[in-house]
């Protein structure tokens, strides 16, 4: 097992960025269905969708961060990349306690802990697969 490979720092921000902004999307999405008037008919929850500018807002995220994971995945393998950005199981929790107002217990404190332990353990492995080494070559 190869031990922490010098991560690029275009790797490390597009990563810190695929985190920002799942967490923003996450954050945003919950605050925005939270403004819809309650128990609405199909067609206006529709109408309300497009009449608020948070669900705009979400849309515009969800595309930067498609444009960003692209680019991630372009510098590292996904085996890498996607438990990386689990850390956004993370700061979710974290924005809905503070923002949302929302509970956390002691088992999502320990989940947390976990998330944590095993995004340790990924970032000590290399982030791109060595050529000659892919299954098949």
């Not at 690029?8 to 999307?25: F, H």
């Amino acid at each position: 097992m190869p031990i922490n490979s010098k991560i690029p720092l275009r790797l490390l921000c597009g990563l810190a960025l695929a985190i920002i902004l799942d967490t923003a999307v996450q954050v945003s999405w919950k605050a925005a269905v939270l403004s819809l008037p309650p128990r609405p008919t199909a067609w206006g929850a529709l109408a309300a969708i497009f009449d608020r500018p948070l669900f705009l807002a979400v849309a515009l995220l969800l595309g930067l961060q498609l444009f960003n994971w692209l680019k991630v995945l372009d510098h590292a393998d996904l085996s890498y990349a996607q438990p990386i950005t689990s850390l956004s199981y993370v700061s979710v929790c974290l924005c809905s306690v503070f923002y949302l107002n929302e509970p956390i217990d002691i088992l999502q404190l320990v989940g947390i802990g976990f998330i944590l332990v095993g995004v340790w353990f990924i970032s000590r492995t290399d982030h791109v697969t060595v050529v000659g080494t892919e299954p098949g070559a």
